[in-house]
């Protein structure tokens, strides 16, 4: 019974978390839900390493977590409780995500449309402009998202977007689970490739079948809603929370080390942990040897940066998919071009090749 319940409850997670990743609004959700999600899988491995066996569930995407006592208002808030902290920690941590990454994948969308430009109109004068803004561009990207992941897991600790720029503590989590991060690096990198995929296959396909085109704009909307829900339930969703669960559990393991130590404080530790000497000898050789993993995985996150110019060779990628990548700020995959939305809308929806026919009537 209590397998088919647990099961029951991953299976309306896996559903709910799918369908946020269709829109804007409903991946805000769904990331506000994984980030409570992993604030509780941080506690539990402390809990777990103190020897306190306390069960924590995963939060809920509605409902509020305890009914409340009575009055209408309040049961009305009960409701939409979980649905409304999981928006507003969405909120934040998107806010804090895209502070540190809005700048260099605006400098990355500008160095393409630079150097393109300047191919185009052959102007040789400026060559050096594009090509260098995208490096400066892909080396901030990287130094971004070696810092990204902790500071967002002492964030979902704290709850406040000002811990996520306690630059101190943060460096000291990364110091401390240096092959920790190499791991979340690699991944990270390897979690760009199936969406570059997914790109070039609605490109090819369009290409090399040109009768899709032919086929009703409704039908088309339709068929790329359900080409994008799939990714969406088999991979967008679940490469989100694996990777964030990931970060989690380094986080957690990095900072139950310092607070043995003394170097790190929370509410959520116990208050019997033992505090130990941290070990002395061989200072230099560990921080040499800890600034090569270190750098390897910055090296691995520069291959993760340089992703969003291989996809606009395989497939021209709408301006969000710059500044809004699914596995860094907001789960978000689902791209609609406009034209055909408002073709989808419009007398020709239902009619065979209508998206052409609307193109001709707005020449």
Request: charged share 15%.
């Amino acid at each position: 019974m209590k397998r088919g319940i647990k099961f029951a409850r991953l299976l309306k997670a896996w559903l709910f978390g799918s369908l946020g990743c269709l829109s804007f609004l409903g991946a805000t959700v769904t990331a506000g839900w994984t980030y409570r999600l992993c604030r509780r899988r941080i506690i539990g491995y402390w809990n777990t390493q103190s020897g306190v066996l306390e069960l924590h569930r995963s939060p809920r995407w509605i409902r509020g977590e305890q009914k409340p006592a009575g009055g209408k208002w309040n049961r009305f808030k009960w409701l939409f409780g979980s649905l409304k902290l999981n928006f507003l920690t969405g909120i934040k941590h998107v806010s804090t995500a895209l502070l540190v990454t809005l700048l260099p994948g605006m400098m990355l969308a500008f160095a393409w449309w630079g150097g393109w430009n300047n191919s185009f109109h052959k102007g040789y004068e400026q060559s050096g402009v594009g090509p260098g803004l995208g490096v400066l561009a892909i080396l901030l990207m990287a130094l971004a998202m070696i810092y990204l992941p902790m500071a967002q897991s002492h964030q979902a600790m704290s709850g406040t977007m000002r811990s996520f720029f306690d630059l101190k503590t943060v460096a000291r989590v990364i110091s401390r689970s240096p092959w920790g991060n190499l791991l979340l690096a690699v991944l990270t990198t390897l979690s760009g490739l199936p969406l570059i995929l997914s790109a070039l296959y609605l490109s090819t396909a369009a290409a090399s079948k040109p009768v899709l085109l032919e086929m009703p704009p409704v039908e088309i909307v339709a068929f790329l809603n359900s080409y994008y829900f799939l990714w969406a339930m088999l991979y967008v969703f679940p490469a989100f929370v694996m990777l964030r669960l990931l970060a989690a559990r380094i986080y957690a393991k990095a900072a139950w080390s310092l607070a043995s130590e003394g170097k790190y404080h929370h509410g959520d530790l116990p208050s019997h942990l033992e505090i130990r000497p941290p070990k002395m000898g061989g200072k230099w050789p560990r921080r040499a040897w800890k600034s090569l993993v270190i750098s390897t995985a910055y090296a691995s996150l520069v291959a993760f940066a340089m992703q969003p110019l291989f996809s606009q060779f395989a497939a021209a990628v709408p301006v969000k998919r710059w500044l809004l990548h699914p596995m860094v700020q907001l789960p978000v995959h689902r791209h609609i071009p406009q034209p055909l939305q408002e073709a989808a809308s419009s007398r020709y929806g239902h009619e065979s090749g209508g998206f052409i026919s609307w193109l001709d009537d707005q020449e």
